[in-house]
């Protein structure tokens, strides 16, 4: 094996990950052993605030000491750091090949503001009048939203990008229900919009019309004319540019014919990462829209973390929105307002996800209006320059090549690869763990044959992206030139080649520490049965 990893590119980067094999840390235990003495309660707090257990009611208190683990400082430090060399982390690699929500600039210092203990500490049933800072700074973030969008009011309640769009949907359940216009039962969206713009309303009680690409890869305008003829769509739902890059020239005319049909236009601005400052959701004349702020405003999002779908919408919508909203007055100062007789109701516990609305804030309040723009157009920059490259790779095609240039992100195709060497986009999400960085495998829907999706940033420096473009022509060489490379890797990466019945069989899951301990005996190892 040795022997065939040697084999690989001199010119790229060396990379073989540690493995370590860890034990959970509850196995690493020992009783007695302490990173940290607690001191004693001195005299005089004690005489001040108690013991502070007996003021508690009795059927609160434990019983038993918490079933924590007992180690050192330097196990606990060993420990995780062997947890962290077993993973990609965003700080050790090029992470174009992350996807679209997590290959942002996500500044430090960002982090550092939103980790304050002033933010951190903070409670989300606290009094309005204890937590005027963090209500000022989304009141003021979502009057930047107000001009990115050109929209009038906005929620930030909504916990990521899908929950965004059901936010969307709840309103236009709402509002429909309020005019008693309740037979209108369609929503449209299109081919290569997000799944979540056909399922939310589908959750709803919505029918979706799904429109095809034409030719060109833009939706069907016929199919759309056709589909409002009914006298029966409530809204449409549209994601632009869509995930292959191509922007709809032809939105407006989208918007115009919805509106004439009496249909409320909602806009999926996931990837508004090469829009911001260019142009609006009200230039385009949607009624409402959502951005996530995690992705395009510097929150990493990787696997499911902590976001916000920020939606924006018209006044005549307002009234609609998930309760409460955030507002400003002389006499009030900053307030959750609950005021909303017909909203859609709350679609998250609480307002928002705090230390998110910080990072975004901070972002936009660095950068300013010239520096979104910057973003945006650095983004279409390195999208382009990338496409330019990867085309040049041998049995790399792009969908929909009659339409160039793209916006932010491209959905490209292996699909000749695959005639050519019996290798497609599977194999190289194996491979590229050994060149130490990440390959994108969520290119729904599968219409593109042998699909990989590229989304380069503003993060990325020129090296950047001529060392991600050379590890994608190295693999696809190896798949010409050396395919016994290719069926055996990953070779230098903690990954392995994954059997997915594993995951299909209840027997094999732990969901928890104590789960694990009953299922298994060393690292991983099936106990007997």
């Known amino acids: 094996m ?8 001199t010119r790229l980067d060396r990379f073989h990950q540690a493995s370590w094999n860890e034990p959970i840390i509850y196995e690493l235990s020992v ?37 924590l683990p007992e180690i050192g400082q330097p196990q606990l ?81 909504p916990g990521g990008g899908a929950h965004g769009i059901l936010a969307m949907a709840s309103v236009v359940r709402a509002y429909w229900e309020a005019k008693g216009e309740n037979d209108r039962d369609t929503v ?64 407006r005319e989208f918007t115009r014919l919805a509106h004439e049909a009496g249909a409320i236009c909602c806009y999926d601005q996931a990837n508004a990462n090469g829009l ?43 009234s609609y929105l998930p309760a409460p909203l955030v507002e400003h007055s002389g006499e009030k100062g900053y307030y959750l307002d609950f005021d909303l007789p017909r909203s859609c109701g709350k679609v998250k516990s609480f307002w928002g996800v705090a230390p998110v609305a910080v990072r975004a804030y901070a972002w936009i309040m660095s950068l300013g209006a010239e520096g979104l723009r910057e973003v945006s157009r650095v983004a279409i920059l390195n999208n382009n320059y990338c496409m330019k490259k990867i085309l040049a790779i041998k049995g790399a095609s ?7 240039p793209r916006i932010e992100q491209v959905r490209y195709s292996w699909e000749q690869l695959k005639k050519d060497t019996g290798f497609g986009t599977a194999d190289f999400s194996r491979r590229i763990p050994d060149y130490g960085t990440h390959y994108w495998s969520s290119h729904e829907p599968w219409v593109i044959p042998e699909p990989f999706t590229i989304e380069p940033s503003e993060s990325y420096s020129k090296r950047d992206l001529d060392a991600y473009c050379e590890i994608l022509a190295a693999i696809a060489r190896e798949c010409y030139e050396q395919p016994e490379v290719i069926r055996e890797a990953p070779l230098n990466s903690t990954v392995h080649h994954t059997s997915h019945d594993y995951f299909d069989d209840p027997d094999k899951w732990v969901l928890s520490w104590r789960n694990y301990k009953q299922k298994y005996t060393g690292y991983f190892q099936p106990k007997k049965k």
């Open 188 to 251: 449209v969206t299109t081919f290569f919009s997000h799944p979540a713009d056909a399922a939310c309303p589908i959750v709803k009680g919505y029918k979706a019309v799904v429109l095809p690409p034409d030719a060109e890869g833009l939706p069907d305008i016929e199919a759309f004319k056709a589909t409002l003829k009914n006298n029966k769509v409530a809204a449409i739902f549209m994601t632009n540019p869509e995930d292959t890059g191509i922007f709809n020239r032809r939105i």
């Open 77 to 157: 430090a060993r420990h995780y750091n062997h947890l962290a060399q077993e993973n990609l982390g965003v700080d050790s690699n090029i992470d174009i090949g992350q996807g679209t929500c997590t290959m942002k600039y996500s500044p430090k210092v960002n982090d550092r503001l939103a980790g304050c203990p002033k933010v951190a500490d903070m409670h989300p049933l606290q009094p309005d009048g204890t937590a005027q800072g963090i209500l000022e700074i989304v009141w003021r973030l979502g009057e930047l939203f107000k001009e990115i969008s050109g929209l009038d009011c906005f929620s930030i309640q």
């Open 276 to 318: 911001l400052g260019i142009t609006r959701t009200v230039e385009a004349d949607f009624d409402m829209s959502f951005f996530n702020l995690h992705k395009t405003f510097s929150s990493p999002h990787g696997c499911g973390g902590p976001a916000v779908g920020m939606v924006t919408c018209r006044k005549e919508l307002r």
């Open 2 to 9: 040795d022997k065939i990893a040697d084999k690989r590119d």
């Open 398 to 404: 792009i969908s929909f090549p009659n339409h160039k």
């Open 31 to 67: 009783k007695g052993e302490r990173g940290v003495l607690v001191p004693e309660v001195s005299p005089a707090a004690a005489a001040e605030a108690g013991d502070g257990v007996s003021s508690l009611p009795e059927c609160m208190r434990r019983e038993t000491a918490p079933d």
